[in-house]
């Protein structure tokens, strides 16, 4: 009997299509987004705010359009890198999981693909991130940081608190990415490849859309006391007693005060970002990809 021959590596072409897309469809989603996510920066850091419509409205009084959009550089430049390993990294890493000879993979290969991919990306990526997420809580009256831009930020950064300091929270952010990362993509291309195996729908625009929300909202119900607890340790301030010693710390303080509803503060402000944000990601994304392999 001839020996079994390995599975087909796929095409670096595709990886690269793949990069590239990923890459490229999250930043231009940021966009259109980003003063969702500036609301509920403001609603996870500062305990008197408002609903969603509230808090929008007095960023708006307050500061303008420019407010509603800040950090808005640092934003897109964090989905352009973060979602290049975050969304890039799946399939490479799903592939060296499962052999596609032998079917569509199972739920468990995905959620450890996908769980690695973002764990991955934070790790990369936390310097931009906490800059990012620092400038949008700016004027909050909470955050004490004053950073012009993406270069004045990480100049700031790295003057005041040296390298160990561009990773603070890098634990959280990393477990926070990863339970983001993995029942999103999980649900995403699970949906994708459902609908389609059963000619529920094709595999166009709506589709893209329908599985987009789907898999937002299955990342933002297990991520979302993660990122809560992440940006609290992002915002404190570096010259002053510190308000949280650890995650652990901040997750024990945000009980006692709040209760477990406190972790789930800011959500629909968080799924009103990430559920478009995604829709409009995925779109460009499988659009961005079949034009690249054409």
Same mark, same amino acid.
Request: some cysteine; hydrophobic content about 40%.
């Given at each position: 009997?001839?020996?079994?021959? $390995?599975? $087909?590596? %796929?095409?670096?072409?595709?990886?690269? &299509?793949?990069?590239?897309?990923?890459?490229?469809?999250?930043?231009?989603? %940021?966009?259109?987004? !980003?003063?969702? *996510?500036?609301?509920? @920066?403001?609603?996870?850091?500062?305990?008197?705010? /408002? /609903?969603?419509?509230?808090?929008?409205?007095?960023?708006?009084? #307050?500061? #303008?359009?420019a407010g509603l959009q800040s950090g808005l550089q640092m934003s897109v430049m964090r989905e352009a890198s973060k979602s290049f390993f975050r969304i890039g990294?799946? *399939?490479? @890493?799903? =592939? &060296?999981?499962?052999?596609? !000879? *032998? /079917? +569509?993979? +199972?739920?468990?290969?995905?959620?450890?693909?996908?769980? &690695?991919? #973002?764990?991955?990306?934070?790790?990369?990526?936390?310097?931009?991130?906490?800059?990012? &997420?620092?400038q949008q809580a700016q004027g909050s009256g909470v955050s004490s940081f004053k950073y012009k831009g993406p270069i004045d930020g990480m100049r700031q950064l790295h003057a005041a608190e040296g390298v160990a300091g561009m990773w603070r929270g890098t634990p959280v952010s990393m477990v926070r990415s990863a339970m983001v990362t993995g029942p999103h993509l999980t649900t995403y291309t699970g949906v994708k490849e459902t609908f389609v195996a059963n000619g529920w729908m094709g595999d166009a625009t709506p589709l893209h859309i329908v599985a987009s929300?789907? /898999? #937002?909202?299955?990342? @933002?119900?297990?991520?979302?006391?993660?990122?809560?607890?992440? =940006?609290?340790?992002? !915002?404190?301030? @570096? !010259?002053? +007693?510190?308000l949280y010693t650890s995650a652990v710390d901040c997750a024990r303080k945000v009980l006692a005060s709040d209760g477990v509803l406190g972790f789930y503060r800011g959500f629909w402000s968080h799924y009103m970002r990430v559920g478009p944000h995604y829709v409009i990601t995925f779109v460009f994304l499988e659009k961005i990809k079949k034009l690249l392999q054409r």
């Open positions: 009997m001839p020996a079994a021959s $390995a599975p $087909a590596p %796929a095409p670096r072409s595709s990886y690269a &299509t793949g990069f590239i897309a990923a890459s490229a469809a999250p930043a231009l989603s %940021a966009l259109f987004t !980003n003063p969702i *996510e500036v609301v509920k @920066i403001r609603q996870q850091v500062d305990p008197r705010a /408002g /609903g969603l419509l509230s808090t929008l409205q007095r960023i708006y009084v #307050g500061h #303008g359009l990294l799946f *399939e490479p @890493i799903l =592939n &060296t999981f499962h052999d596609k !000879n *032998e /079917g +569509p993979a +199972p739920i468990y290969k995905r959620m450890a693909a996908g769980m &690695t991919s #973002g764990a991955t990306a934070a790790l990369v990526c936390n310097p931009i991130e906490l800059v990012k &997420t620092r929300l789907c /898999g #937002g909202l299955a990342g @933002i119900c297990c991520n979302h006391p993660l990122d809560l607890v992440r =940006n609290r340790l992002y !915002n404190q301030p @570096i !010259n002053e +007693p510190p």
